[in-house]
């Protein structure tokens, strides 16, 4: 940027150098140009001496001179003007921002992203990032890193991105919350831990009636088996939630299932272990049996300590985990279960979706979601309760 302004400065200063030193100097008379013609013609030998004497002898030496007087106010008012009227009209129909690191270091980025075959929607996240490493007090920027982020699923870097935003805006009751959700997400089994909870509780502290905060604090309290409290808390969020609210019928389908006779009512004869993970299953609840193996030809290519995750996600609909297992890659090859326990949300697990698709990957990454270079592998659509073991063998790598 500097380096443009320094060379706009002299293309300026070399145009009026042009311009300048004839509006300085003073106009010759009549008589003077005169004098300076026959200079010239005898100079040159164009006449002799003698014609010479005889021309200069007609000069007129009393002719009234030139009034034309040098202009400084003209050149003064160049000197102001140019530079005035060629930096505003480069404002007004240039774009200074191309000559800004921060912005070109976006476009570098997204360039990179979409020389490297990237989403439109990554490379926007990469943009952004590059822009954000150089601003890095820009909480909005930060605000749509996150959500960003989360569109796309990568939860562990809308988490990240969050934090960035909580340390600009530690007291904003929202990004707490959004905070607490993006840790969640990004978590192996989808439960809100210590942490994410206290971030829930200090945002109702803040604002008591933060609707998305009392929905999540509802769903913590459900996973660790507190139904009252779970009950108490949603009762809460449809005393505030408007007459028409779209979410309303949601909410009351849930509170039905935390009655007594509910579904919710066997977390109480379940053992303080599946209490805590929020468990709600009961004898008739989907379980699916799970046996995992990695094919022999890509065992190099896998690290003991790289993350093993098993879920089963809707065979038609939303692409989110019903249930999911983290685990060693070491442990291979295993056999698991998996139900209604290990989902987040109580209305998206495995009884919610008859039919459902099986996976396995090993991520050496850690994040739950496919990136490139990590390995997996699906089953067919299968029942929710599938009776048999299904056997999955991690076979592929994602593109």
Same mark, same amino acid.
């Given at each position: 940027?500097?380096?443009? =302004?320094?060379?706009?400065?002299?293309?300026?200063?070399?145009?009026?150098?042009?311009?300048?030193?004839?509006?300085?100097?003073?106009?010759?008379?009549?008589?003077?140009?005169?004098?300076?013609?026959?200079?010239?013609?005898?100079?040159?030998?164009?006449?002799?001496? !003698?014609?010479?004497?005889?021309? @200069?002898?007609?000069?007129?030496?009393?002719?009234?001179?030139?009034?034309?007087?040098? %202009?400084? =106010?003209?050149?003064?008012?160049?000197?102001?003007?140019?530079?005035?009227?060629?930096?505003? @009209?480069?404002?007004?129909?240039?774009?200074?921002?191309?000559? $800004?690191?921060?912005?070109? !270091?976006?476009?570098?980025?997204?360039?990179?992203?979409?020389?490297?075959?990237? #989403?439109? %929607?990554?490379?926007?996240?990469?943009?952004?990032?590059?822009?954000?490493?150089?601003?890095?007090?820009?909480?909005?920027?930060?605000?749509? @890193?996150?959500?960003?982020?989360?569109?796309? +699923?990568?939860?562990?870097?809308?988490?990240?991105?969050?934090?960035?935003?909580?340390?600009?805006?530690? $007291?904003?009751?929202?990004? %707490?919350?959004?905070?607490?959700?993006?840790?969640?997400?990004?978590? #192996?089994?989808?439960?809100? $831990?210590?942490?994410?909870?206290?971030?829930? +509780?200090?945002?109702?502290?803040? +604002?008591?009636?933060?609707?998305?905060?009392?929905?999540?604090?509802?769903?913590?309290?459900?996973?660790?088996?507190?139904?009252?409290?779970?009950?108490?808390? =949603?009762?809460?969020?449809? *005393?505030?939630?408007? #007459?028409?609210?779209?979410?309303?019928?949601?909410?009351?389908?849930?509170?039905?299932?935390?009655?007594?006779?509910?579904?919710?009512?066997?977390?109480?004869?379940?053992?303080?272990? +599946?209490?805590?993970?929020?468990?709600?299953?009961?004898?008739?609840?989907?379980?699916?049996?799970?046996?995992?193996?990695?094919?022999?030809?890509?065992?190099?290519?896998?690290?003991?300590?790289?993350?093993?995750?098993?879920?089963?996600?809707?065979?038609?609909?939303?692409?989110?985990?019903?249930?999911?297992?983290?685990?060693?890659?070491?442990?291979?090859?295993?056999?698991?279960?998996?139900?209604?326990?290990?989902?987040?949300?109580?209305?998206?697990?495995? *009884?919610?979706?008859?039919?459902?698709?099986?996976?396995?990957?090993? *991520?050496?990454?850690?994040?739950?979601?496919?990136?490139?270079?990590?390995?997996?592998?699906?089953?067919?659509?299968?029942?929710?309760?599938?009776?048999?073991?299904?056997?999955?063998?991690?076979?592929?790598?994602?593109?």
């Amino acid at each position: 940027m500097t380096a443009f =302004w320094l060379a706009s400065a002299v293309l300026i200063v070399v145009a009026l150098a042009f311009v300048l030193p004839p509006l300085l100097r003073t106009p010759l008379t009549a008589t003077q140009h005169r004098r300076a013609a026959l200079d010239e013609a005898r100079r040159r030998g164009v006449i002799d001496a !003698s014609e010479y004497a005889d021309k @200069l002898a007609t000069i007129d030496e009393t002719a009234q001179p030139n009034t034309r007087r040098s %202009m400084p =106010w003209l050149a003064l008012s160049l000197v102001l003007l140019v530079p005035a009227i060629s930096v505003g @009209l480069y404002t007004r129909l240039g774009d200074p921002r191309v000559f $800004d690191p921060a912005v070109q !270091s976006v476009e570098a980025a997204m360039q990179q992203a979409q020389q490297a075959g990237m #989403a439109p %929607m990554d490379q926007a996240i990469a943009g952004l990032s590059a822009r954000l490493a150089r601003e890095p007090k820009d909480l909005e920027g930060w605000l749509l @890193l996150a959500r960003a982020q989360k569109a796309s +699923e990568h939860f562990d870097e809308s988490a990240q991105a969050l934090a960035k935003a909580m340390a600009l805006a530690p $007291d904003n009751a929202s990004i %707490m919350v959004e905070y607490a959700e993006a840790k969640t997400l990004a978590s #192996a089994d989808k439960h809100f $831990d210590d942490e994410s909870v206290a971030l829930l +509780e200090r945002a109702l502290e803040i +604002e008591p009636d933060h609707q998305r905060a009392l929905w999540l604090r509802g769903i913590a309290h459900y996973q660790r088996g507190d139904v009252d409290a779970a009950s108490a808390t =949603w009762n809460h969020l449809l *005393s505030v939630l408007p #007459a028409d609210s779209l979410v309303r019928a949601s909410i009351e389908q849930q509170l039905a299932q935390l009655k007594p006779n509910g579904q919710a009512s066997a977390a109480s004869e379940t053992t303080a272990t +599946e209490a805590t993970r929020g468990a709600a299953a009961t004898a008739s609840a989907p379980r699916l049996r799970v046996h995992v193996t990695l094919a022999p030809d890509l065992a190099d290519k896998v690290q003991a300590d790289d993350v093993l995750f098993v879920f089963a996600r809707a065979a038609s609909g939303p692409r989110a985990p019903l249930a999911i297992v983290r685990r060693k890659a070491g442990e291979l090859p295993l056999t698991l279960e998996l139900d209604d326990s290990q989902a987040m949300v109580p209305t998206m697990n495995l *009884s919610s979706a008859p039919r459902v698709v099986v996976g396995a990957r090993i *991520s050496r990454s850690g994040q739950a979601e496919a990136t490139s270079g990590d390995l997996e592998t699906y089953s067919e659509p299968v029942a929710n309760r599938h009776a048999e073991t299904l056997e999955l063998t991690i076979d592929h790598r994602v593109p």
